[in-house]
């Protein structure tokens, strides 16, 4: 269970800074102390430099304010180059790896005033063998992944902002089992260039933080959106409560947190409606996977000429199933997705956003797998913004997230649903 202070929140601290009230030192501080208590046990880091980060903090202090995010720290995923810290991606192959220019991503945040913490665990080579990061929740359960040390430095108070990446699962996945807001927005909305590529048609960096205040202010700065307050709705959100076909799958408590949250949100006042989508959807869950394989399989061609020996066992099959996909099955998966992302606004029936399954439900015993990816699977293929809000919690006492999903390029106004909603439901005590 999480104890102790938490550290303000990247907005609260945003303010406060601005005004004068705490400096960008006293607040990396508070991190760093932070991290000194619960990183022996969750291990949510792959490199951190504290010297280095007090330094930058006291040249924050010292200068004018460089912009929204001025002092405010952030992690970033180990899959994603930073100049200053190395890219080992979670695997042996790339131990040492040191970087000689930031991802864009990582530039835009620190352009805009942020400060670079450290780099977090991810599972090897953003894919599913996970690294040694627990949950901060109860250290003997899975945090999710890929993204593991991102939601799990948020979750434990570390940070109030962390970059990671999904190709099926990796941010929200982890930001459910956790208990943290992950946000994983349209495909392509954050640039990816500097980002270990898996599957190009799928990466997707997403974003975790304790508030959807904190996402909308960290996203708007990686996407170039103003860095304003969110938008009060003009009325009650059409929300549409979406089971799909992976419904009876889910544990009960994810179930209940998602039917739970409908009853809830319909007696504040949305308008809720029952959607089911067209049966072609189902097939995407097949289709997501020839994609990812195939891509996959072609995207590690050095790792697999050079390096075979040193990939995990569940790596090396997906590299072998991948390579031996026919170019024609790939390209049948690829005019699926693309035909049913051109349906899904028009089967969300004037929705402002569907509400879905977080995930399986509570973060699995054990750290040997990071959970069913499928739950967020279809809706990272669809190219649209989703997120995962802590809403609720388990009968082990461990957090169990819903997820909301938009079309394309929806980003601003789901997020803004998302507000409304969490206002509404309120997170769950830690």
């Given at each position: 269970m999480i104890q102790g202070p938490i550290i303000p929140t990247a907005s609260?601290?945003?303010?406060?800074?601005?005004?004068?009230?705490?400096?960008?030192?006293?607040?990396?501080?508070?991190?760093?102390?932070?991290?000194?208590?619960?990183?022996?046990?969750?291990?949510?880091?792959?490199?951190?430099?504290?010297?280095?980060?007090?330094?930058?903090?006291?040249?924050?202090?010292?200068?004018?304010?460089?912009?929204?995010?001025?002092?405010?720290?952030?992690?970033?995923?180990?899959?994603?180059?930073?100049?200053?810290?190395?890219?080992?991606?979670?695997?042996?192959?790339?131990?040492?790896?040191?970087?000689?220019?930031?991802?864009?991503?990582?530039?835009?945040?620190?352009?805009?005033?942020?400060?670079?913490?450290?780099?977090?665990?991810?599972?090897?080579?953003?894919?599913?063998?996970?690294?040694?990061?627990?949950?901060?929740?109860?250290?003997?359960?899975?945090?999710?992944?890929?993204?593991?040390?991102?939601?799990?430095?948020?979750?434990?108070?570390?940070?109030?902002?962390?970059?990671?990446?999904?190709t099926g699962g990796s941010v929200l996945r982890p930001a459910s089992f956790c208990g943290v807001v992950g946000f994983k927005p349209s495909y392509g909305a954050i640039p990816r260039a500097g980002m270990k590529l898996m599957a190009d048609s799928l990466d997707t960096i997403g974003l975790m933080t304790r508030t959807v205040e904190d996402a909308a202010l960290f996203f708007a700065v990686l996407s170039g959106d103003p860095p304003e307050l969110l938008p009060d709705l003009p009325a009650a959100p059409r929300i549409g409560l979406c089971r799909t076909h992976l419904w009876d799958l889910a544990e009960p408590s994810a179930r209940e947190a998602v039917e739970g949250a409908a009853c809830r949100l319909e007696a504040a006042g949305a308008v809720l409606r029952e959607i089911t989508l067209p049966p072609s959807l189902a097939a995407l869950t097949e289709a997501r996977v020839t994609i990812n394989d195939h891509e996959i399989g072609r995207s590690l061609s050095h790792e697999w000429a050079h390096h075979r020996k040193s990939l995990s066992a569940r790596l090396a099959r997906t590299v072998e199933t991948g390579r031996a996909i026919s170019r024609a099955a790939y390209v049948a998966a690829l005019d699926a997705a693309e035909s049913a992302r051109s349906c899904f606004p028009e089967a969300m029936a004037g929705c402002d956003a569907l509400l879905v399954l977080g995930a399986s439900g509570e973060a699995p015993e054990g750290l040997g797998s990071t959970g069913d990816s499928r739950f967020q699977g279809l809706w990272t293929l669809l190219h649209g913004p989703a997120i995962g809000l802590p809403t609720h919690r388990g009968p082990q006492d461990l957090p169990v997230g819903i997820q909301l999903v938009a079309p394309r390029h929806a980003d601003r106004h789901l997020l803004a649903v998302a507000h409304w909603v969490m206002a509404r439901l309120g997170s769950p005590s830690a």
């Open positions: 609260e601290a945003a303010r406060r800074i601005a005004a004068g009230s705490l400096t960008c030192e006293a607040y990396a501080r508070a991190c760093l102390d932070r991290i000194a208590e619960r990183e022996p046990v969750v291990q949510a880091f792959a490199a951190l430099d504290a010297a280095a980060a007090l330094r930058a903090a006291r040249a924050l202090d010292a200068a004018p304010s460089r912009g929204p995010l001025n002092g405010i720290p952030f992690a970033v995923k180990d899959v994603i180059d930073t100049a200053d810290l190395p890219t080992a991606m979670g695997s042996p192959i790339w131990k040492g790896h040191q970087p000689r220019a930031d991802a864009a991503s990582v530039a835009l945040a620190r352009g805009a005033g942020g400060l670079m913490l450290g780099k977090t665990v991810t599972a090897e080579l953003a894919y599913v063998t996970p690294g040694p990061t627990t949950n901060p929740h109860n250290s003997g359960h899975t945090p999710g992944g890929s993204s593991s040390g991102s939601a799990a430095a948020v979750a434990a108070g570390m940070v109030p902002l962390a970059i990671g990446t999904q």
